[in-house]
Nanobody, 121 residues
């Protein structure tokens, strides 16, 4: 069983920063893609940033230049450094992973439980 555990969310003032972390654990053959999504109440969940197994990254236009996605060397933990936070960044941030299990080559999608980021004065 694969588990994704996020941490690092909280309340921050506009212009502040938070570092989100997502640790993958369990029996995993490989992790092919890791990403951060976010969802505000009443809004559609959106991709914030993603990183491929090869290290290629992509970002939502709304966070380019402010957020940075990265991984540890083992590729089991993904981070999201959020700088210059704005009130519109307020959302639940979810870790997302595409992984293969030891049982076979099929790939599966996994979601973390989410961590709340609130940007407010």
């Amino acid at each position: 069983q694969v588990r994704l555990v996020e941490s690092g969310g909280g309340l921050v003032q506009p212009g502040g920063s938070l570092r989100l972390s997502c640790a993958a654990s369990g029996s995993i053959r490989s992790i092919d893609f890791m990403a951060w999504y976010r969802q505000a109440p009443g809004k559609q969940r959106e991709l914030v940033a993603g990183i491929t197994n090869g290290g290629n990254t992509n970002y939502a236009n709304s966070v380019k230049g402010r957020f940075t996605i990265s991984r540890d060397n083992a590729k089991t933990t993904v981070y999201l450094q959020t700088n210059s936070l704005k009130p519109e960044d307020t959302a639940v941030y979810f870790c997302y992973v595409i992984a293969a299990l030891p049982s076979g080559p099929q790939r599966y999608h996994y979601w973390g439980q989410g961590t709340q980021v609130t940007v407010s004065s």
